[in-house]
């Protein structure tokens, strides 16, 4: 939507846990469409009663749309700081000083649509059916959002790059919240990351609007980012680095910023010059060839907790390499993993998280 950048994730279509919403929620007439366009939303945020929460020195203005009549309170907001809390983590604190969520309660037993804007303020609409209790629990859609809130908009050839973040980094903070078991989040990545390999006629990713390729082949692009700078800093940093400093540099999606913008304020924190070439190859490369070139086998042998994950490994089509995976901040082990072409190993210890 152009200047309003509109930030859009679809139940039952993006993410990680397309099996966890496995249909989208069947709103009432008028229930959520009111709020489907920016001016209404935003004016729904800012005028009808609201509920702030403290997130650190952060503020999520809760509005519940309309009172949204049937929906559990107290339950709604356990299940935002729970997503805020696995942001703080990552983060490092709440990414974006003042946020705003637009509830809207619906029929059904699980979160559902939600879209975000970084127009008059970041500010995320999101449906829950009102029987939610565990599918708060195991909701991805909110961690989600809140990412796309956190780092800058980008032109829309680079969508790729927004949504494959958030695919990626979802999981990465519920795991290290506490949030998901490792084992699941490796266990979707391989499933997802296998779906988002290019076809044989694919160029390279800006401006693609394959589905598969926007959310699984951007979030391949942060895998082998986080591979990336773990090779090239010889574990000592990691892509979380990189995040956190983009987000403090852009304050979140208010800002407008440029992919090569993003990549170069991120590598700095990292010490390495990791994301601005592996973006340029990414994003004009037919990504066929760069797979063909990697033979990335990560084999993480780590902690018990981790163990499980090992077992689920398989080959990683055309990649030629097993995804042998830890959960992050959780292992201590080895990685051997060769991409783009070199081999690296080194040690890794449970301080240096994915
Ligand atoms: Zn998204």
């Known amino acids: 939507m152009g200047p309003l950048r509109r930030r859009a994730v679809l139940a039952g279509g993006a993410g990680l846990v397309a099996s966890a919403v496995a249909a989208p929620l069947v709103s009432a007439p008028g229930e959520s469409a009111a709020y489907d366009r920016p001016g209404p939303m935003y004016e729904a945020v800012e005028r009808q009663p609201a509920e ?43 990414p974006v000083a ?26 995320t609409r999101i ?9 708060f629990a195991r909701d991805w859609v909110l961690v989600h959002e809140m990412l796309h809130a956190a780092l800058p908009d980008l032109p829309r050839r680079a969508l790729w790059l927004q949504e494959g973040n958030a695919t990626w980094i ?8 506490g949030q998901l078991p490792a084992a699941e989040m490796w266990r979707q990545a391989l499933l997802g990351m296998a779906r988002g390999q290019p076809a044989a006629n694919d160029s390279g990713m800006d401006g693609t609007k394959a589905w598969n390729r926007l959310y699984w082949g951007g979030a391949t692009f942060w895998l082998l980012a986080e591979i990336a700078i773990h090779q090239a800093s010889n574990g000592r940093a990691a892509l979380r680095d990189a995040m956190r400093a983009i987000n403090r540099a852009s304050g979140g999606n208010t800002a407008d910023w440029s992919p090569e913008r993003m990549m170069a304020a991120g590598d700095p924190a990292t010490g390495t010059a990791s994301l601005l070439p592996l973006y340029r190859r990414f994003a004009d490369e037919p990504y066929e060839r760069i797979y063909s070139r990697c033979s990335a086998a990560l084999e993480f042998s780590s902690t018990s907790r981790a163990r499980s994950a090992s077992t689920s490994a398989r080959r990683w089509p055309r990649c030629g390499g097993r995804l042998r995976v830890p959960a992050p901040e959780a292992h201590s082990g080895r990685c051997a993993c060769r991409w783009p072409g070199r081999s690296h190993r080194a040690s890794r210890g449970a301080s240096s998280a994915l």
Not at 170 to 177: D, G, I, L, N, T
């Open 98 to 123: 003042n946020y705003a969520l637009l509830v809207i309660a619906t029929d059904g037993n699980r979160v559902g649509h939600a879209t975000t804007f970084g127009f008059r303020g970041s500010a």
């Open 52 to 94: 702030t929460l403290a997130v650190g020195e952060a503020h999520i203005r809760v509005v519940f749309a309309d009172g949204a009549p049937g929906l559990d309170r107290a339950r709604t907001i356990r299940w935002i700081r729970g997503a805020a809390a696995a942001l703080t983590r990552y983060f490092g604190r709440f």
């Open 127 to 135: 449906t829950v059916g009102r029987e939610t209790d565990e599918g």
């Open 170 to 177: 979802e999981p990465v903070a519920r795991v290290q919240a």
